[in-house]
């Protein structure tokens, strides 16, 4: 597995966890009700994202607490439906 492929393996692990629940971080989140599940992955990536602040500012952690961030968000993508082809493409429109 090259290592850009996590995150695409990440994603659909994320996927299975909303379409086929088990008890666990990701699938106990995303079984709220939509409202609640949204709000508590926004608060998360709210959290993570004063984490990651933190980190730069005093040099510490930095690559741990911006996995977190980034997780996060790719959480609330697949908890909205978002196609992880969307985020590529996204990035591919942009590059000069
Ligand atoms: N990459 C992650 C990942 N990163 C962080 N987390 C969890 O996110 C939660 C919140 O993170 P925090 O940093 O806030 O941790 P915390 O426990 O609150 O503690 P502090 O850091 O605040 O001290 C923790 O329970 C972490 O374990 C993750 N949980 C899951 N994954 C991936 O998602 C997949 C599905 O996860 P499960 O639903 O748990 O099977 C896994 O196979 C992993 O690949």
């Keep these: 597995m090259s290592n850009d492929e996590i995150i695409r393996q990440v994603y659909e692990v994320l996927e299975d966890r909303r379409d ?7 699938s106990n989140i995303m079984q709220d009700s939509d409202k609640k599940a949204e709000d508590k ?3 998360k990536i709210s959290e993570e994202a004063g984490e990651v602040l933190l980190a730069a500012k005093n040099n510490e952690n930095l690559v741990y607490e911006s996995v977190d961030l980034i997780f ?3 959480l609330i993508l697949v908890h909205k ?3 992880i082809d969307e ?7 942009r590059r000069k």
Aim: charge should be negative; proline fraction near 4%.
């Design 20 to 26: 086929n629940p088990i008890d666990s971080y990701t």
């Design 72 to 74: 996060h968000t790719l």
């Design 81 to 83: 439906g978002i196609d």
């Design 41 to 43: 992955i926004l608060e």
């Design 87 to 93: 985020i590529f493409d996204e990035f591919a429109r």
